[in-house]
């Protein structure tokens, strides 16, 4: 596989020229940029430049607003609503995860739901943004149909990630970040890409049989993690991300799609708890020694650990040839 | 198996009288012979006259107090905080839910965290109350360490339960409410009494060895659910349950536990969530489309339905007459 090194300000720049040539202004293209480059940064390369593509393409087809102006407003002092203007989820993000923070320190919870939004990114930069101002976070999105619930051969669930994150004073947030399929679709996409297998229980082909091919499993369905269990937290995700914040669950995200390939307009539900007034202030020691015990035992890696790790390094990153050819094709 | 049977209301006196004469008054046992009486209903008996032995033992032994007063305060108008007084959690959720659903229809969301509880109960009677009064609701506690996070050959975490209920305005709640083990405690206890073998994968013996014996497994340890995924949702039920509120995580709570064989004191998280405010008033047309498309796929049982099936049945319950033994012996 051809590779070339590229520092994190080309990558980010990268991103920039490639969202700006299909159509989205400075604001919103910046905003993209800087997620697809913190993912780089962090390790996670099926949210980096290998979404390129699939931004550009649906700036190209009118269906994101390039020039999305999303808005905050409350419709009481701890239910906070975004308006996305149907644009990229960044700068949304980017303009009222403060206030969904203020919030949550005022008056202990608050919730943030954001509609007409379209989300392709990691859900960690939301939630580790909170759990840095001292918060516990949680937050999901839905997508388009693509996981079979428990016991069915036909997909209704998105691939429906779950992150949580939880403020350590002296250390970065603990966070978690994960799909409720049994494996990302962007990781299944990446081993189809490369021809490697995935393990047994992923997904189904397209008839509902067990396959380990990530090809057939793309045209027919990923299973949910765990089980019936993995099955329950999917389905309340289509819950929290549809129909609580206001928008629709991923059979109708997909129905309402052009299928230009780039993500569909969906919800996000982001809540954010301060275990300061929650626990009347006694929820650091507790909280230390408890993460402590887990660190300590054989075999454990704490969440998130390998993503910090990576982002120490401030060296370029090995891009994919192929993938750099794919975006500069995209996004003329 | 011999057995008898048992009307609802003669299950809620032998609870009533057994909880009485180890020492709770008329209000701390009618709440608890409550919770037991509908588990019993319900066809959940892991958590019905099952318990009954251990709310005995710790009501006998001074852990629990059974005469318990709990309080409800408010530390902001949407961060509610109940001590329970080391009693048992029934008499403070009677207390305090309806002051939550309040909060969380006027503000949108709000949190009701409890310390010094002692919850042996299923989690469902909380969260599915709250989604009656029109509100998403999300509850867990932790427990005793007895669960090895992934990868770990040493227990940590408890079986540490997660529900969650939504509303339904044509129909009950849909809820769940699953242990993040692999299986719930009691269903191994139960499993072990009744000598049966449990799945590989539900738990390891006291060596961290893989074993289907039930029996091997109490003494050694579970499993999460859904490997690393399942781990982390179990990581998050003992943050949110134990710091989060200003209770302690399951290992500080064994520590700090007599050992009666009764249930440790802990914390519980309960958030509620009003989808009429947080969506803007548009909630109910999407989520009747996704929960008729996902109760009509082949396959798939919504959550709940057997309990609500089971409770339609207003005749008489089959109950253990061993168990009936115990319950008699226990409570002398």
């Known amino acids: 596989m051809s590779t070339t090194q590229l520092t994190l300000a080309e990558i980010f720049s990268i991103a920039q020229d490639a969202l700006t040539q299909a159509g989205a202004n400075k604001e919103n293209a910046d905003a993209v940029a800087n997620t697809v480059m913190r993912a780089e940064r962090d390790g996670s390369h099926s949210h980096g430049l290998f979404r390129i593509p699939g931004y550009a393409a649906s700036l190209q087809s009118g269906k994101v607003n390039g020039n999305a ?9 701890v239910a906070l609503h975004c308006d996305g203007d149907l644009g990229y989820a ?49 937050s999901c999105v839905s997508y388009m149909p693509s996981v079979a619930p428990f016991g069915a051969a036909k997909p209704l669930y998105g691939t429906n990630p779950l992150s949580f ?9 603990l966070v978690f970040d994960m799909a409720t399929a049994a ?16 393990p047994l229980g992923t997904g189904l082909d397209e008839n509902g049989e067990p396959t380990t ?11 949910p993690f765990g089980g019936h269990k993995g099955s329950h937290i999917a389905m309340m995700i ?6 609580l914040v206001g928008e629709t669950a991923s059979f109708a995200s997909k129905e309402r799609d052009n299928g230009d390939g780039g993500p569909p307009q969906g919800g996000q539900f982001i809540l954010a708890m301060s275990p300061e007034i929650l626990s009347g202030g006694v929820w650091q020691a507790q909280s230390k020694e ?28 090995e891009i994919n040839n ?4 794919k975006i500069s094709a995209s996004s003329r």
Chains 1, 2 share one sequence.
């Open 69 to 77: 102006d999303p808005k905050l407003h409350s419709r009481t002092a």
């Open 238 to 243: 289509e819950l929290l991300a549809g129909p």
């Open 322 to 325: 192929a993938l750099l050819d």
């Open 165 to 173: 994150a939880w403020p350590r004073p002296d250390a970065p947030p």
């Open 213 to 223: 091919a990530p090809a057939e499993i793309i045209k027919g369905m990923l299973l």
């Open 90 to 138: 960044p700068l949304a993000h980017q303009r009222c995860l403060e206030s969904l923070a203020e919030a949550a320190h005022e008056n202990g919870v608050a919730v943030l739901s954001i509609t007409r939004t379209h989300h392709f990114a990691a859900l960690w930069p939301e939630t580790e943004a909170l759990a840095e101002r001292g918060l516990t976070a949680i």
């Open 290 to 317: 408890f993460l402590k015990r887990l660190g300590a035992l054989d075999g454990v890696r704490l969440p998130a650990e390998r993503r910090y790790r990576n982002r120490h390094d401030k060296g370029p990153r």
């Open 183 to 198: 494996m990302a679709m962007g990781d299944v996409q990446i081993a189809a890409r490369d021809d490697r297998p995935v």
